[in-house]
């Protein structure tokens, strides 16, 4: 079975998050809330994690996965951002959005689109997430805890750890974070496409409603 940590929802334990770093250098797949809903994350750089939490969500290499950074100059790094996204962005995080953008060289081309070389980014706003990434100290690899045939997010870490015993190291247990799953909005074209509206507001982008 997976550890369970239960951890403030608005004050995270340091220990609890020493150890979730250490598992994710280690090479887990984690689970832990966000300010959409749970996540399941792994280290950037390694490969095997990586298809284990394809695996998890049955998804191919086409299904964009989401790089949660800690702030916009993070974002930055990994993916190519003008002067008219970075004022989108700038406008938007930390919130509930993932935005798709083109990734750096910084990226492994695993985690891309194949053949668009894209990525989701997203700055979270919930304390549980950015003291995370803040303890790990780089971006990290995710994707919403929505399962195979099911239609909405497990919500409860016992749910979490029932699901999923033997295929994650860790959950951490922040409570309940919602269903509703972040807005993404693409942001490779001349004007902002709403690619999946979720938790976050469109007005930023001058979007309407599908």
């Known amino acids: 079975m997976p550890q369970l940590l239960a951890v403030h929802a608005d004050n995270p334990q340091p220990r609890h998050l020493a150890r979730a770093a250490e598992l994710l250098r280690d090479g887990a797949v984690i689970a832990f809330p966000t300010d959409s809903c ?3 994350a792994c280290h950037l750089g390694d490969k095997e994690a990586l298809d284990r939490l394809r695996a998890i969500r049955e998804m191919d290499e086409r299904h964009h996965l989401t790089l949660m950074c800690r702030d916009l100059s993070e974002i930055a790094k990994y993916a190519r951002v003008d002067n008219a996204q970075y004022r989108l962005l700038k ?9 798709i953008l083109e990734g750096t ?9 194949p053949k668009r070389k894209t990525i989701g980014l997203r700055v979270p706003e919930h304390p549980v997430a950015l003291a995370l990434l803040e303890e790990l100290g780089e971006p990290l690899l995710t994707s919403t805890l929505l399962l ?20 994650i190291e860790l959950i951490l247990d922040g409570g309940q974070c919602g269903t509703e799953p972040t807005t993404v909005v693409d942001l490779t074209g001349p004007v902002p496409v709403l ?16």
């Open 38 to 40: 749970y996540a399941l």
């Open 91 to 99: 406008a938007a995080t930390p919130g509930s959005y993932v935005f």
């Open 105 to 113: 060289k910084e990226l492994p081309r695993r985690v891309m689109h």
């Open 148 to 167: 195979p045939g099911s239609e909405d997010p497990l919500t409860e870490g016992w749910e979490i750890q029932d699901a999923l015993a033997g295929r």
């Open 195 to 210: 690619v999946r509206q979720g938790r976050g507001a469109l007005e930023p982008f001058g979007l309407s409603p599908e």
